[in-house]
């Protein structure tokens, strides 16, 4: 299959990938924009419907599913990023004495490889300290209204039970993992400046990166073309600053109010 | 007619024996320079200046002086074809620049345009891309057909025309921050793929094109659309996204 080789090597090709899983992560936000803007919601009630969704979030199979193509695409598409800046590296060996490239492209296309290594960053520390705090740490559980009684994943309250090795005991008999408190630890987490400081700078990273890459990817697949081709810069530009600024509210929100 | 100026200049230009040697911007003032000559006329008087002092005139290439050929380059002011859109150097002209001006003047940088000496590059790998599909075979032998017998659309017809008027300068490669024939190849993909003579050979052309120019070395596209912005000729964006459709298409489907 030398053929098939050939396609795996171009650049068109590995344009395509870049572009495929970009969008797909552009879908992805727009998901996990919709569950975050619930840690607007004050309360008991709010709480309570935050931690159920990050029950769902983590147990649900069609969620896995679509999990397990969110990391596949976030490691594809940054190492096929990675390869892709040092092949267009490579073409200019040696560069201009005196360049003037503001004059005929904008910053973010320019600078695609910088802004992901940023927004990588940023997802990793981000995975450190929800993820993996949620599924492997030391979390606070959730508990009922009048704080006596904890809850299973399911949302049951169970009176009169108490909770051991994560999970709730009623009567010596195990009925199950208890639903952690996700919401208190996004609290906590956000009472401190520094780490609120780095997140809205993620943001910040991702709406240059899309003000580019957006349309960049409409532009990879051929599909920006005649009125399409306005209208996608269009949605791009207000998807770019929309849907990182909601992102980037929510902590400045949490570290005000609480 | 606007009188005419006379302007001093300092100019720094690229100096570079030959293709192995390192070369270095080479620092020339020169004076009295009329604003109502072009940039290479301005170039010929550096160098008229420079052989009757007994040193080595400047090399750069040039050929119909008017905007058609594709011959002239030069990376000027940080920018291909110098100031301004929708020019060529050799129809650049020394009123868009101010007196006491220091001008940089330096070759297209590429891994595919190596220098061949000063501001000379080798540009032969377009014409390497273009042999590989930039052609339909026609069989000419005895009995050709009549060019109008294929009616085609107006709109077809002019987009492909549009691409078409191409120079093949390169100064899209020159302004891309990866060195990319892109917009080149697109122009050249673009031409016949709108056409019915075209269809043929429409899908070896776009993948053969588009391998030869990986091959030479330029590099991938990111569409930061420098290109569109830097071609003399006005060359779309939209000829890259038809190329990039093509390909996706052939690829799919050979
Ligand atoms: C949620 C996060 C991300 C989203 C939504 C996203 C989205 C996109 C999109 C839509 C494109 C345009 C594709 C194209 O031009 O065909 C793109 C390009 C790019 N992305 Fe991302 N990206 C993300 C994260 C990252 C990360 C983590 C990296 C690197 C570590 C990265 C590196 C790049 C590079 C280098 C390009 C430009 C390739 C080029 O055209 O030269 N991105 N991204
Ligand atoms: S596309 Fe434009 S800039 Fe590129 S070679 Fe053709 S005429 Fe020159
Ligand atoms: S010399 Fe022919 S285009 Fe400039």
């Given amino acids: 299959m030398s053929e098939a080789k050939g396609l795996i090597k171009s650049h068109t090709v590995k344009k395509y990938w870049m572009a495929a899983t970009g969008l797909f992560l552009c879908i992805f936000l727009i998901g996990h924009l919709a569950g975050n803007l619930q840690l607007f919601m004050d309360g008991y009630e709010g709480r309570l419907q935050f931690n159920e969704y990050a029950v769902f979030m983590t147990t649900n199979p069609a969620v896995k599913l679509l999990s397990y193509l969110t990391y596949f695409s976030i490691l594809f598409h940054a190492v096929d990023g990675l390869v892709i800046t040092i092949n267009n590296r490579k073409a200019r060996p040696?560069?201009?004495?005196?360049?003037?490239?503001?004059?005929?492209?904008?910053?973010?296309?320019?600078?695609?490889?910088?802004?992901?290594?940023?927004?990588?960053?940023y997802i990793i520390v981000h995975m450190q300290n929800f993820w993996y705090i949620y599924k492997f740490g030391t979390?606070?559980?959730?508990?009922?209204?009048?704080?006596?009684?904890?809850?299973?994943?399911?949302?049951?309250?169970?009176?009169?039970?108490?909770i051991e090795n994560g999970d709730v005991v009623m009567a010596g008999e195990n009925l199950g993992p208890a639903m952690r408190d996700l919401y208190e630890i996004v609290i906590q987490g956000f009472q401190e400046p520094l780490l609120v400081a780095f997140y809205?700078?993620?943001?910040?990273?991702?709406?240059?990166?899309?003000?580019?890459?957006?349309?960049?990817?409409?532009?990879?697949?051929?599909?920006?073309?005649?009125?399409?081709?306005?209208?996608?810069?269009?949605?791009?530009?207000?998807?770019?600053?929309?849907?990182?600024l909601l992102f980037a509210v929510i902590p400045v929100y949490l570290f005000m109010i609480k | 007619m606007s009188a005419s100026n006379n302007i001093n200049i300092t100019l720094k230009v690229w100096r570079q024996k030959?293709?192995?040697s390192k070369g270095q911007l080479e620092s020339y003032d020169l004076k009295n320079v009329s604003t109502d000559s072009s940039f290479l006329e301005m170039l010929d008087q550096l160098n008229e200046e420079l052989i009757n002092e007994g040193k080595s005139p400047v090399t750069f290439d040039h050929d119909c002086r008017e905007g058609i050929c594709g011959a002239c380059s030069l990376y000027i002011n940080g920018r291909p074809h110098g100031p301004g859109n929708r020019v060529t150097t050799c129809q650049l002209h020394m009123r868009s620049f101010?007196?006491?001006?220091?001008?940089?003047?330096?070759?297209?940088?590429?891994?595919?345009?190596?220098?061949?000496?000063?501001?000379?590059?080798?540009?032969?790998?377009?014409?390497?891309?273009?042999?590989?599909?930039?052609y339909v075979s026609v069989n000419t032998s005895g009995n050709t057909q009549d060019a109008n017998a294929l009616p085609i659309e107006k709109e077809n017809a002019d987009k492909a025309f549009d691409a078409a008027t191409c120079i093949g300068c390169g100064a899209c490669v020159a302004a891309c921050k990866n060195a990319s024939a892109s917009l080149f190849v697109a122009a050249k993909v673009s031409?016949?793929?709108?056409?019915?003579?075209?269809?043929?050979e429409a899908k070896d052309r776009v993948l053969n094109m588009v391998k030869q120019a990986q091959k030479e070395g330029f590099g991938p596209c990111s569409n930061t659309g420098a290109c569109e912005v830097e071609c003399p000729k006005g060359i779309s964006l939209e000829n890259i996204a038809r190329m990039n459709r093509e390909y996706l298409a052939a690829s799919l489907s050979k």
């Fill in chain 1, 94 to 121: 040696q560069g201009y004495a005196y360049s003037k490239p503001g004059e005929n492209s904008i910053w973010s296309s320019r600078n695609m490889g910088i802004l992901g290594t940023v927004i990588l960053a």
């Fill in chain 1, 139 to 162: 979390t606070p559980f959730m508990m009922s209204e009048d704080g006596s009684s904890p809850l299973l994943k399911d949302g049951t309250v169970v009176k009169g039970g108490s």
């Fill in chain 1, 200 to 244: 809205v700078l993620g943001m910040i990273a991702i709406a240059f990166h899309l003000m580019h890459g957006f349309q960049s990817g409409f532009q990879s697949f051929g599909l920006k073309s005649g009125k399409y081709g306005k209208l996608i810069d269009k949605v791009g530009l207000a998807y770019a600053i929309i849907v990182p």
């Fill in chain 2, 18 to 20: 030959n293709a192995q």
């Fill in chain 2, 98 to 134: 101010k007196d006491g001006e220091t001008i940089y003047v330096e070759p297209w940088r590429a891994a595919a345009f190596p220098v061949i000496k000063d501001l000379m590059t080798d540009r032969s790998s377009f014409d390497r891309i273009q042999h590989a599909g930039g």
């Fill in chain 2, 191 to 200: 031409q016949y793929a709108l056409l019915p003579q075209g269809q043929v």
